[in-house]
Protein backbone atom coordinates (compact mmCIF):
# COMPACT_ATOMS: atom_id res chain seq x y z
CA UNK A 1 0.00 0.00 0.00
CA UNK A 2 1.52 3.61 -0.95
CA UNK A 3 2.22 5.41 2.06
CA UNK A 4 1.06 9.11 2.45
CA UNK A 5 2.03 11.26 -0.70
CA UNK A 6 2.96 14.86 -1.11
CA UNK A 7 3.60 16.80 -3.87
CA UNK A 8 5.48 18.79 -4.97
CA UNK A 9 8.81 17.14 -3.50
CA UNK A 10 10.86 20.98 -4.24
CA UNK A 11 9.40 24.05 -4.63
CA UNK A 12 11.20 27.54 -5.04
CA UNK A 13 9.19 30.91 -4.86
CA UNK A 14 9.72 34.98 -3.87
CA UNK A 15 8.62 36.85 -1.25
CA UNK A 16 5.15 37.50 -2.21
CA UNK A 17 4.25 34.79 -4.10
CA UNK A 18 1.76 32.28 -2.77
CA UNK A 19 1.82 28.66 -3.03
CA UNK A 20 -0.27 25.39 -2.69
CA UNK A 21 1.17 22.08 -0.89
CA UNK A 22 -0.85 18.78 -2.02
CA UNK A 23 -1.21 15.69 0.37
CA UNK A 24 -2.45 12.39 -0.18
CA UNK A 25 -3.51 10.46 3.06
CA UNK A 26 -3.08 6.64 3.48
CA UNK A 27 -5.89 4.73 1.81
CA UNK A 28 -8.58 4.20 4.50
CA UNK A 29 -7.10 7.51 6.01
CA UNK A 30 -9.35 10.40 7.10
CA UNK A 31 -7.51 12.71 9.07
CA UNK A 32 -4.66 14.98 7.67
CA UNK A 33 -2.72 17.32 9.64
CA UNK A 34 0.20 19.76 8.02
CA UNK A 35 3.18 20.72 10.18
CA UNK A 36 5.78 22.60 9.54
CA UNK A 37 9.91 21.92 10.06
CA UNK A 38 12.34 24.32 10.53
CA UNK A 39 16.20 22.79 9.98
CA UNK A 40 16.99 21.53 12.86
CA UNK A 41 13.54 21.87 14.87
CA UNK A 42 10.99 19.52 15.37
CA UNK A 43 7.50 19.50 13.22
CA UNK A 44 5.49 22.37 14.11
CA UNK A 45 1.51 21.54 14.06
CA UNK A 46 -0.45 24.17 11.13
CA UNK A 47 -3.53 22.35 10.68
CA UNK A 48 -6.04 19.08 10.90
CA UNK A 49 -8.28 18.06 8.84
CA UNK A 50 -11.17 15.58 9.80
CA UNK A 51 -13.99 14.15 7.22
CA UNK A 52 -13.90 17.74 5.23
CA UNK A 53 -13.67 19.73 8.77
CA UNK A 54 -11.08 21.55 10.62
CA UNK A 55 -10.79 20.27 13.71
CA UNK A 56 -7.48 22.15 15.15
CA UNK A 57 -5.35 25.11 14.14
CA UNK A 58 -1.73 26.40 15.02
CA UNK A 59 -0.30 29.36 16.42
CA UNK A 60 0.46 30.53 12.07
CA UNK A 61 -0.93 33.48 10.44
CA UNK A 62 -4.22 33.80 8.20
CA UNK A 63 -1.71 33.79 5.12
CA UNK A 64 -1.62 29.86 6.07
CA UNK A 65 -5.12 27.60 5.25
CA UNK A 66 -6.28 24.23 4.12
CA UNK A 67 -8.92 21.73 2.99
CA UNK A 68 -9.66 18.88 2.66
CA UNK A 69 -11.38 17.07 -0.45
CA UNK A 70 -14.17 14.21 -0.07
CA UNK A 71 -11.58 12.05 -0.97
CA UNK A 72 -9.66 13.05 2.29
CA UNK A 73 -6.78 14.43 -0.17
CA UNK A 74 -5.73 18.09 1.20
CA UNK A 75 -4.36 21.10 0.19
CA UNK A 76 -2.11 23.58 2.21
CA UNK A 77 -2.37 27.48 0.65
CA UNK A 78 0.06 29.83 1.92
CA UNK A 79 -0.20 33.54 0.69
CA UNK A 80 2.11 36.21 0.69
CA UNK A 81 5.30 34.54 0.88
CA UNK A 82 7.61 35.66 3.63
CA UNK A 83 11.50 34.17 3.76
CA UNK A 84 10.84 32.65 7.13
CA UNK A 85 8.16 30.43 5.49
CA UNK A 86 11.47 28.82 4.14
CA UNK A 87 10.81 25.00 5.69
CA UNK A 88 9.94 21.52 4.80
CA UNK A 89 6.35 20.97 5.38
CA UNK A 90 5.47 17.53 6.21
CA UNK A 91 1.47 16.20 5.62
CA UNK A 92 0.55 12.94 7.84
CA UNK A 93 -2.23 10.99 8.23
CA UNK A 94 -4.04 9.16 10.91
CA UNK A 95 -7.29 6.78 10.53
CA UNK A 96 -9.15 9.07 12.48
CA UNK A 97 -7.59 11.48 13.85
CA UNK A 98 -8.29 11.54 17.43
CA UNK A 99 -5.73 12.57 19.97
CA UNK A 100 -4.51 8.46 20.45
CA UNK A 101 -3.99 7.68 16.86
CA UNK A 102 -0.59 6.83 15.01
CA UNK A 103 0.56 9.56 12.48
CA UNK A 104 2.39 8.56 9.41
CA UNK A 105 4.20 11.32 7.77
CA UNK A 106 5.12 11.74 3.71
CA UNK A 107 8.27 12.89 2.84
CA UNK A 108 7.60 16.36 2.48
CA UNK A 109 7.42 19.56 0.28
CA UNK A 110 10.86 21.46 0.29
CA UNK A 111 9.78 24.79 0.52
CA UNK A 112 12.08 28.15 -0.42
CA UNK A 113 11.74 31.29 -0.26
CA UNK A 114 13.61 33.46 -2.35
CA UNK B 1 1.52 26.90 27.60
CA UNK B 2 2.16 23.29 25.74
CA UNK B 3 5.45 22.27 25.43
CA UNK B 4 8.00 19.21 25.03
CA UNK B 5 11.20 19.22 26.63
CA UNK B 6 13.86 16.92 24.94
CA UNK B 7 16.99 15.88 26.38
CA UNK B 8 20.25 15.04 25.35
CA UNK B 9 19.90 17.43 22.00
CA UNK B 10 23.15 15.35 20.77
CA UNK B 11 24.14 11.74 21.97
CA UNK B 12 27.17 9.56 20.63
CA UNK B 13 27.46 5.68 21.06
CA UNK B 14 29.87 3.32 20.72
CA UNK B 15 28.22 0.39 18.66
CA UNK B 16 26.24 -1.92 20.80
CA UNK B 17 25.98 0.50 23.73
CA UNK B 18 22.71 1.66 24.70
CA UNK B 19 21.22 5.30 24.32
CA UNK B 20 18.61 6.70 26.39
CA UNK B 21 16.90 10.11 25.09
CA UNK B 22 14.29 11.77 27.80
CA UNK B 23 11.51 14.37 27.51
CA UNK B 24 9.14 16.51 29.83
CA UNK B 25 5.60 17.61 29.05
CA UNK B 26 3.72 20.04 30.03
CA UNK B 27 0.05 19.05 29.38
CA UNK B 28 -1.66 16.34 32.44
CA UNK B 29 -3.85 15.90 29.56
CA UNK B 30 -1.50 14.25 26.82
CA UNK B 31 -2.48 10.48 26.12
CA UNK B 32 -0.32 9.67 23.63
CA UNK B 33 3.20 9.90 23.54
CA UNK B 34 4.94 8.91 19.69
CA UNK B 35 8.54 8.51 18.78
CA UNK B 36 10.16 9.13 15.30
CA UNK B 37 13.36 9.08 13.64
CA UNK B 38 14.53 11.12 11.11
CA UNK B 39 17.09 10.60 8.76
CA UNK B 40 18.78 13.28 6.47
CA UNK B 41 16.28 14.59 4.01
CA UNK B 42 13.65 11.90 5.03
CA UNK B 43 10.02 11.87 6.31
CA UNK B 44 9.92 11.25 10.09
CA UNK B 45 9.06 7.42 10.63
CA UNK B 46 7.03 6.80 13.52
CA UNK B 47 9.33 4.06 15.29
CA UNK B 48 6.99 3.39 18.68
CA UNK B 49 4.93 5.23 20.72
CA UNK B 50 2.91 4.85 23.86
CA UNK B 51 -0.30 5.22 25.06
CA UNK B 52 -0.84 6.92 28.68
CA UNK B 53 -2.38 3.71 30.33
CA UNK B 54 0.84 1.54 29.76
CA UNK B 55 3.98 2.45 31.33
CA UNK B 56 6.44 0.39 29.25
CA UNK B 57 6.42 -0.61 25.89
CA UNK B 58 8.91 -2.92 23.92
CA UNK B 59 9.61 -3.64 20.32
CA UNK B 60 12.74 -5.87 19.64
CA UNK B 61 16.16 -3.26 20.27
CA UNK B 62 13.77 -0.64 21.26
CA UNK B 63 11.68 0.37 24.60
CA UNK B 64 9.64 3.32 25.44
CA UNK B 65 8.72 4.13 29.53
CA UNK B 66 5.99 7.19 30.52
CA UNK B 67 5.41 7.77 33.88
CA UNK B 68 2.64 9.98 34.08
CA UNK B 69 2.88 11.47 37.69
CA UNK B 70 5.92 13.04 36.56
CA UNK B 71 4.81 13.78 32.96
CA UNK B 72 8.35 12.27 31.41
CA UNK B 73 8.94 9.71 28.74
CA UNK B 74 11.84 8.11 27.52
CA UNK B 75 13.40 6.19 24.82
CA UNK B 76 15.63 3.75 25.03
CA UNK B 77 17.92 1.40 22.45
CA UNK B 78 19.80 -1.62 23.08
CA UNK B 79 23.11 -2.97 21.06
CA UNK B 80 23.10 0.42 19.11
CA UNK B 81 23.94 0.29 15.54
CA UNK B 82 25.48 2.35 12.76
CA UNK B 83 22.18 2.58 10.92
CA UNK B 84 20.57 4.03 14.49
CA UNK B 85 21.86 7.05 13.41
CA UNK B 86 19.43 9.78 12.97
CA UNK B 87 17.57 12.67 14.77
CA UNK B 88 14.29 11.59 17.02
CA UNK B 89 12.08 13.26 18.25
CA UNK B 90 9.52 12.79 20.82
CA UNK B 91 5.97 14.47 20.63
CA UNK B 92 2.91 14.54 22.78
CA UNK B 93 -0.38 14.78 21.82
CA UNK B 94 -2.66 17.40 22.95
CA UNK B 95 -6.39 15.78 23.99
CA UNK B 96 -8.07 17.44 21.72
CA UNK B 97 -7.97 16.22 18.31
CA UNK B 98 -4.87 15.03 16.74
CA UNK B 99 -2.17 18.05 17.25
CA UNK B 100 1.17 16.99 18.07
CA UNK B 101 3.44 18.63 19.95
CA UNK B 102 7.33 17.92 19.21
CA UNK B 103 10.72 17.65 20.99
CA UNK B 104 13.48 19.75 19.63
CA UNK B 105 15.13 16.45 19.00
CA UNK B 106 18.20 14.57 19.50
CA UNK B 107 20.86 13.37 17.19
CA UNK B 108 22.39 10.12 17.88
CA UNK B 109 25.62 9.20 16.24
CA UNK B 110 26.40 5.27 16.84
CA UNK B 111 30.43 4.77 15.51
CA UNK B 112 31.56 1.83 14.48
Known amino acids: DAGVTQSPTHLIKTRGQHVTLRCSPI?????VSWYQQVLGQGPQFIFQ???????GRGNFPDRFSARQFPNYSSELNVNALLLGDSALYLC?????????????FGDGTRLSIL | GENVEQHPSTLSVQEGDSAVIKCTYS??????FPWYKQELGKRPQLIID?????GEKKDQRIAVTLNKTAKHFSLHITETQPEDSAVYFC???????????FGQGTELSVKP
Open chain 1, 92 to 104: ASSYTGLSNQPQH
Open chain 1, 27 to 31: SGHKS
Open chain 1, 49 to 55: YYEKEER
Open chain 2, 27 to 32: DSASNY
Open chain 2, 50 to 54: IRSNV
Open chain 2, 91 to 101: AASIHQGGKLI
